[in-house]
Every structure is written in C-alpha cells, then in structure tokens.
C-alpha cells in the first residue's frame, strides 16, 4: 500500500473514533508511527485552510516615475455609472470581498477601496486641502481623519516587515483610485523623486 493511501486510511480511522492502539495493530506499524501520521495530515489541512496566493509586481524606480500621470484626475472605478467610494449600499458588488484591517478589528477594507464598520460602508470624503486628489475617512472608530489608501495598503498590499516611515504611493498618481493593484509601499526618498517627476509633467 503507498505511503498517502496510509496516511488517508490512518486519518479516516481517527475521525472515526479509532484509538492509536486500534491504528497501529490495523496497519501493522508503531504507535509512534501513527502518531507521526496524524501530526503530518493535520499540518497539511492547517496549511490548505490558511494558504495566501499573494499577486505582487515588483517595479524599478525608473518604471513607477514612466507610469505616473498628471492631473487632473478622474473618477476611474464605477459601478452602475457610480464612483464605487460614494456607493454606501452594504451589498457586497461583483467582485468585492472585505478584508480585515490589521490595525483595528472592527474595520473592514475592501479591494474596491470601501470601508466598512460595523456592518456599515463608511462615507468617504474628497480631500480638498491641496487639490480634490485624495479620499479620506472622518470620524471613524480611530477618531482621527485617515487617508483611504492607508486602510488600503495596510490591509491588502505587501509591504517589508521594517516599513516604519515607508510611504503609500498611487501607481497612477490618481488618489481616486485605491484599488490594491494601485498602491505600493515605498520608502520616502524614492516616493520624493516620483513626486518630483510629477510636478515635472504639470510644466
């Protein structure tokens, strides 16, 4: 008998109640072995539950300073002719899914770029201050006014480990568009040059 047809037979005989004992004498091998059995088809289903497909692109300086846009800057995710950040509806659009934020548990973050707390999708607000660019979160649970893309980014994009004063930055230079595929963590030197290219193409 192979070895995966054993270890199936030894784990359907535990959830059926059988005890070690009972496993090793059927099979004709050491408790110790079955033990071993056991451990291995419980770290392997651990494993399928908790399994991440991670989709990362990797871009050179060079690469994110060529893709950024100048303003103005426009709405670029709708659903039903909508801006997908003014729809507060709580039903869930094709494609969505929500995501726990790791910073706050009753925060959930959407990879369509909607937050929702407690069961509720959270009106998100144009910041005006230097321009209608970026989407932002007010009187939140945190209490304090927080970018879109930070929920974003810190719930869905990868970033270093030691990321302390690492910078969000907008692939498209479009703040509109908080979609993950649009963010990346980048240190704050690099971020600074591809600002500065982009006061460059405003000229």
Partial sequence: ???GSINKGINDLSRYGWKIEEISRAFKISK???EHALKLNSTSSNN???SIIYHTINYT???L???V???PYEYVNFYNDKPIHQITEILLLPGEKFRKYPDNEKIEVSNFGRIKIDNKIIKQHEDHKEGPDYLYIKGNVLDEEIFVYRYVAKTWCLRPKNSKGWHVHHISNNGYDNRPDNLIWIDSSSHGLIKNSSMIKKI
């Fill in 1 to 3: 008998m192979e070895i």
């Fill in 32 to 34: 110790a072995e079955v």
């Fill in 48 to 50: 399928k539950e908790e």
């Fill in 61 to 63: 300086l060079d690469e």
């Fill in 65 to 67: 300073i060529n893709m």
């Fill in 69 to 71: 846009k100048s303003p």
